[in-house]
């Protein structure tokens, strides 16, 4: 890691971080963040010599995961698909008769310039099929979260579109006003809990409406927590009542890094309050699996979905999102995808 040059009034917090590596063994690094504010966890954005920038260094091929699939018969059709709607394919997904559910990044339609995507084409989406916005930038577990004027912007476009689900990641994305840009996970403890609850009822009550919550992946556990992933959001959903939009590969990671198995951890997930659910590509490096987030999916990865799906009631509002957000990837690629993983868990339901 490059050596940091420390500003007035800012000090070094070392992270003690638990890693299982790829081969299985064990192993802790620390990581230096440079805070501000030192009683936060949250490393400014020049600082960001984050955990995904780390890890993304060293991938090459990245290998199969070490899962053995375990089919259970489920009906596949009864889910809706939905795709990533990326600024450069609103005028492809225009000339699609019969469009999938699309995820609409929330954040997107409240910034201007390169990367935003105009509200309009996310309003002419929602007429036509049920669209998700989804903020990855909320903030959540912050000390400063959003103030009354930008969820008064939150409000005013979710009104303006009209998506059928609204859902905010769980993490920090910003400090003192500076945005890191990503999700950074949390801590997993009862005063989290409570902070993240408590800004959830706030943004439920700004908004009137029901929203939903997504998990962050995380490459490592903080040396305080005091409860695993699934305790956590088994805890944060008691206290907000808020629905999930789970995100699998997410889980799949942070259970990985935290040494514990996904089929008995998923057992205990609150999977009665899932709305709907994200699958996408994962990968194996030598700090262990990451969630990749871009790529075609292998059995492996459609494996985990149908793990989860077999196990959730199913409903007339759920979708299966797919988390492809590379930049030049095609309409027709995505909707291939889909076909590819439609048949993918029907061979595998009927195992």
Known sequence: ???????????????????????GTAKTMTFALRLVNIESTVPQEEDACSWRELDMSDFGAAPQLDWTLKGTAFDATSWKWGLPLLPHLCESFANVERLPALEVCLD???????????????????????????????NLAANDPAGDSHLANIRECISEVAPRWVAFAVG??????????????????????????SQVKRLQDVLGREIAL?????????????????EFW???????????????????VSLYHQDLDFESELARFPLD???????????????????????????THWGLLEDVLHKLPVGEHKAI???WFEPLVSSEELVNEIINGQSTLRRLGEL
């Open 321 to 323: 999102f797919l988390k």
């Open 172 to 197: 920090f994305d910003a400090q003192q006003g500076q945005s890191l840009n990503i999700p950074m996970p949390v801590p997993r403890t009862l005063e989290l809990v409570n902070h993240v609850s």
């Open 108 to 138: 997107r339609l409240l910034s201007q310039g390169k990367g935003s995507v105009d509200r309009s084409w996310a309003r002419h989406f929602a007429q036509k099929t049920d669209v998700c916005l989804l903020s990855r930038l909320s």
């Open 273 to 299: 309050s899932v709305a709907s659910v994200r699958v996408g590509a994962l990968a194996l490096s030598n700090h262990g699996a990451i969630d990749a987030e871009c790529g075609r999916l292998s059995v």
């Open 234 to 252: 088994t805890n944060l959903i008691q206290a907000t009542g808020a629905k999930i939009l789970f995100d699998v590969p997410a889980y799949y």
């Open 214 to 230: 997504t998990n962050v992946s995380s490459m490592f556990r903080y040396s305080f927590d005091t409860m695993s992933e699934t």
């Open 1 to 23: 890691m490059n050596s940091i040059q420390l500003k007035p009034n800012q000090a070094i917090v070392h992270l003690s971080a638990h890693f299982r590596l790829a081969n």
